[in-house]
């Protein structure tokens, strides 16, 4: 815990801090990025810092977690920490990179707030820093470790054994070691980061045209790797489109580079799995709920549940735009049939000529037309809007907070509230 001079002076300040924050980060990456290039270019999602969603993530998980460090009861602060140490791990994130954060992310502080940040603030907010970072090292180490590598040693190379057109705008890359060896089993829900190199522009040197690189990483959730030689990710082509507020929202580098650059064959760079979203064994209800892309983590558990002959009661609730961009269809309905207590409900915004009839409805999800099951547990995943109606829905219908869990594609801005 914080000293009790620190508590105080963090409990005083934190309304100060946490209206900047959001202030503070931009300027935080900006002077980063400025002294180490190499971060941007090969670490971070530059779509990402694009949009600010990297910036608001960080500004949110500061602000959470400094409040409930001070807090007298509530919520243990290290629950921030699981899914941000995960999301680290998987990028092989190491305990020297901590000390670069915290020399610019203070003068970013300073920078901001000015004469307001005095010695005894500084100190008080630096401890707040490296209690949060010693405990994500912590954390992370003990990921490494039970992953069976040294500290940010998670990269392997694979290859591509087949690849599955899903969707119009959805494949299926199975991946398999080079030599056919045994790929360490995942847990249920789980994903692993992919690394790529992306062509940065081109410049001329003495008539030679090169073309510089850079090294972008995403995260992809397995669906499939239970007792199994092959992993499977599914990824989903991103154009370049347009906000609600008309901001242009930037294509996605390493998806559509994937799409039009991975074939059979050729390989890839992919972390070890990682991800908090893990199904936990028990005989409770489950409740699956997704939509869009967002059934990638399901279909994992699904693979896990139907492997292993699961009996538990699974109910399942998926929402897309119709049934021809809805990725892994027919699998998804294979996958819940073979569940003796599997029951599967479907929304469509457009179901063109077909039928509404018992499951298969149009329009969005509709918690309040589906029958939750005492006491189940409860699983998350789509797009961010998506995942806020469904929440406030099963908060009305009294489900506790704690049998809700959830997985974010890309920076968790939903982490202070959640």
Known sequence: ??????????????????????????????????AHPELER??????????????????????????????????????????????HASLGITEDQYPIVHEHLFAAIVEVLGDAVT???????????????????????GLYAETGVADGDVWRTLVLRRRLQESPDTVSFVLGTPDGSTLPEAQPGQYVSV??????GARQIRQIRQIRQIR?????????????????????????SRAEDGAVVPAGEVSN??????????????????????????????????????????IGILHYLVGTGS????????????????????????????????????????????????????????????????EAKI??????PFMESVHRSLIEQHIAEADIRYEVFGPDKWLASA
């Not at 995260?219 to 370049?240: F, N």
Request: net charge negative; glycine share 8%.
């Open 1 to 34: 815990m914080l000293s009790t001079r620190s508590t105080q002076v963090v409990k005083a300040t934190l309304p100060v801090i946490g209206a900047a924050i959001g202030d503070i980060t931009p300027v935080f990456y900006q002077r980063m990025f400025a």
């Open 257 to 298: 580079f994937l799409h039009h650059n991975l074939f059979e064959g050729d390989e890839i760079r992919v972390s070890a799995p990682f991800g908090e979203l893990v199904l936990q064994d028990s005989e409770t209800p489950l409740v699956l709920i997704s939509a869009g892309i967002g059934i990638t983590p399901i």
């Open 119 to 141: 010695p005894e603030v500084a100190s008080a907010w630096d401890e707040v820093y490296w209690h949060m970072a010693r405990a994500l090292v912590t954390i992370e180490n």
């Open 42 to 87: 090969d670490l971070f999602n530059r779509g990402n810092q694009a949009q600010g969603d990297q910036q608001s993530a960080l500004a949110g998980a500061i602000a959470a977690y400094a409040t409930l460090l001070v807090a007298e009861d509530g919520r243990d602060p290290l629950d921030v920490l699981a899914r941000i140490a995960h999301k």
């Open 216 to 240: 972008q990483i995403r995260q992809y959730s397995l669906t499939h790797a239970h007792g199994v030689s092959e992993w499977g990710i599914s990824v989903k082509a991103v154009p370049e």
């Open 311 to 374: 009996t538990r009661e699974v109910l399942v609730l998926h929402a897309d735009r119709s049934p021809a961009r809805h990725a892994h269809r027919q699998e998804l309905k294979e996958l819940v049939e073979a569940l003796p207590a599997g029951t599967l409900h479907r929304w469509y915004e457009d179901l063109g000529v077909r039928p509404t009839r018992g499951a298969l409805r149009v329009g969005r999800v509709d918690i309040g037309t589906v029958a939750i099951p005492v």
């Open 195 to 200: 690394q790529v190199a992306l062509p940065d």
């Open 379 to 384: 699983y998350l995943c789509g797009p961010l």
